[in-house]
């Protein structure tokens, strides 16, 4: 009996002993999207009034880990079972993160809306505010989802030999921390402004005061950064997952450094993409108008 929990331990270390091993693994090789996430996260989660702004991302949280929680047990029957179907999924979650791209740029240089008047932001009903941050939160989630697929893919695939019990251990780690590490980042970031408001109240010292003050001029610029930083990442991701999984696109590509041929593959998806979603609304308005 005793000889067989010892075994039994013994078993369990090893497998806890793996565990650490291939995660740290699977971490190293999701860094740079789980970076790349937090751009792009952070960039969603930001422009909410300021009195929502912690209940909309954690209404984003939720989203996040339900999306995990959809696509966890799906990634492992498909990758088992008939892996070119996460490939297609990869490709139709590149080409919409290559769209939003886009669209964020084709925004920035062609569309520059003038700043309304505090009358008129002010006059806004509850209604449309709350039909706002719906759609903003929409939104953040079905980005979250596209990354949350290829963030557990790549993991994945870094222990694809291993054991299926290990399989599940390691990709959820790698699941949780793109959840709780990712939006726990995020909500210190969107309240920079109120940690800095505190200290500046406090006014126990120069240094505290001047810190606050620095925070709450720091954050504006930190999401301004965010969204470049944030569309940039979205653009990257796209070409990444084309060049990656499309063996031709990979060879047109093979003579550019990796970072500029996943910048030209995405740009050039997301235009196409853009082209043909302008394309399909001005049909439907014309559609609509006859």
Not at 50 to 73: H, Q
Not at 228 to 239: D, P, R, S
Request: proline share 2%.
């Amino acid at each position: 009996m005793s000889a067989a929990f010892f075994a039994l331990l013994d078993d369990i270390a090893i497998l806890m002993d793996d565990v650490a091993t291939m995660t740290k693994v699977a971490t190293e090789k999701t860094a740079g999207l789980l970076g790349d996430d937090l751009a792009v996260n952070a960039e969603k989660s930001s422009g909410f009034l300021t009195n929502r702004e912690l209940p909309a991302l954690w209404k984003i949280t939720k989203g996040s880990l339900l999306n995990k929680l959809i696509i966890l047990p799906i990634a492992f029957l498909l990758s088992a079972f008939v892996p070119v179907v996460i490939t297609a999924i990869l490709l139709c979650g590149g080409v919409y993160l290559a769209y939003e791209g886009a669209h964020k740029i084709y925004e920035y240089l062609f569309q520059k809306k003038k700043a309304k008047p505090a009358k008129e932001i002010v006059e806004q009903s509850e209604e449309d505010i709350a039909s706002k941050e719906a759609e903003r939160v929409k939104s953040a989630i079905l980005v979250d989802f596209i990354l949350s697929v290829e963030i557990i893919i790549i993991a994945l695939s870094t222990v694809v030999d291993a054991d299926l019990q290990t399989q599940i251990i390691v990709v959820s780690i790698i699941a949780l921390l793109a959840t709780i590490g990712v939006y726990g980042v995020v909500a210190l970031i969107v309240r920079m402004d109120d940690m800095g408001y505190k200290l500046i109240k406090e006014n126990k010292n120069k240094f505290t005061k001047n810190l606050g003050v620095g925070l709450v001029k720091a954050l504006p610029i930190v999401i301004k950064v965010l969204g470049i930083v944030g569309t940039i990442a979205l653009v990257l991701v796209a070409g990444g997952i084309f060049t990656h999984y499309i063996h031709q696109i990979h060879d047109v590509v093979a003579g550019i450094p990796g970072i500029l041929g996943d910048a030209i593959v995405g740009l050039i998806v997301g235009a196409i993409a853009l082209a043909g979603m302008m394309l399909f609304k001005k049909l439907r308005g014309t559609e609509v108008a006859n």
